[in-house]
């Protein structure tokens, strides 16, 4: 059977609605609390957020091999801004590889297990992980009773 070429990710639009969402939680989180976790072994509200950004690069830098660096933002997004900027810089770039069709058709080797996926795989997975995150940063921020509005 010979497969035929995927149709473009329809599901942009409501990612982009995700992206939104985990820029609100940045604000939301209360003041004195972004190092806060409900257990030590847990990561905290700065770490998550770090992470969503953090993962996009390194499925963008280093299985599609997108041409972009991978840069080390653990060491450089302390505060709220910087956090947001690495968020919305990630989302720019992940949009690049969305809207590209050849890229999203594309079989790539994974550099963590040495399988393959193709650019769809890729997408959805990190589809998966920002909405995993998101609520997860949701649980956190109602453990600490802070309202938040964010229809999902």
């Known amino acids: 059977m010979t497969q035929r070429p995927y149709p473009p990710l329809a599901i942009t639009p409501h990612w982009a609605t995700v992206q939104e969402h985990v820029l609100q939680i940045v604000d939301l989180v209360p003041r004195g609390r972004m190092d806060w976790t409900p257990k030590p072994d847990l990561w905290n509200f700065r770490g998550i957020l770090i ?63 040495g399988g393959s996926c193709d650019g769809h795989w890729i997408a959805f ?13 949701l649980q956190r921020l109602a453990l600490l009773d802070v309202e938040h509005g964010i229809d999902m």
């Open 125 to 137: 997975h990190l589809l998966e992980h920002d909405i995993h995150h998101r609520a997860e940063l």
């Open 51 to 113: 992470h969503i950004a953090d993962a996009r690069d390194g499925w963008m830098a280093h299985d599609v091999n997108d041409g972009e660096p991978y840069p080390n933002i653990w060491t450089t997004a302390r505060s709220r801004d910087d956090i947001k900027r690495e968020l919305a810089r990630t989302w720019e770039r992940l949009n690049r590889f969305l809207s590209n069709q050849s890229q999203l058709e594309k079989t790539y080797t994974s550099g963590y297990d």
